[in-house]
């Protein structure tokens, strides 16, 4: 993958393939340990511990194991080869953690990428799913939560005529969703990270 | 700087032009977004197809993903199923040829067979 955006959009596939309504993405910045950190949460299906054991492994990855598909192991090595972390929980019928950080100078460390695009893609296809993105470095927090953003679509009524019924994934939303979350990101990492000014 | 307040104007906007909207028969785009269908540039893909889709104002057209579609190393791949329920396969796909298939196929009702799984595989 090219980035960490093209990362979490192949994760979070998974999430929504294992049938999710909530998507928890937390994406941080230690700047004392010089880790960027990435936590990808969801309610979905889960695995059981056999399942786990294999499913980092690319090479277990075969036609069996593909509706969890090589992400995984993607990630991981992205993680390791910049000698960040990686680790995955997952629990039958609760859900399943994605964790993994990177040394933010680390020569092989992988830009951030367009997570707007990310999102808007995600939200696109799933506008039911509830997504939540917090970014989080020394110089704030920036939230985006998808079921505030729902409320506000459908005004102070709540909606309750049918009228005033917006979905998430009108074009005209979903435009402005892409711009919202790259400026609230670049806020929080523009000079953290090299590739975004700040 | 953008904010929430914005979005109420969006929303102002939205459904004035919302009542218009008819989802009976429509048609559906599937963008492949299993591992090598993101790789391979399937996100670039989708936003195209929304974009055109809205370019145009088709009210009748939804975007959505999948996983794998099972031909990795034509992906990216699109399916275009139509209100009847026929399937058509496009493969390599990019944003350009994303654009046509708005115009030509969703537009014009013309498949663009030389892009089709088919022409492909050939
Ligand atoms: S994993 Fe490539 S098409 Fe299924």
Redesign the pocket.
Known sequence: MRDLSLHILDIVQNSLKANSTIVKLHIFEKAECNKLGLIIEDNGIGMDSDFLKKVDDPFTTTRTT?KI?LGIPMLKESALKCEGEFNICSEKNIGTKVFATFSIDHIDRLPIGDVGSTMTALITASPDTHFILLAESVKGTFILDTEEIKKTLNGEDGGSEMQNLISINEFAVIQWLKEYINEGLKNIFGGVLNEIDS | MKSIAELEEIRKKTLEKISLRTNADGIRVVV?M????IAAGARPVMNAFVEEINKRSLNNVSVSMTG?????KL?PVVEVIDKDGNKTTYVKMTAEKAARVVVEHIVNGQVCLDLTIGAVEK
């Not at chain 2, 299993?34 to 269908?37: H, Q, R, S």
């Not at chain 2, 794998?68 to 990795?72: E, K, Q, R, S, T």
């Open positions: 593909r598909g | 492949g299993a591992t090598c269908g794998c579609i099972g031909v990795c992906e």
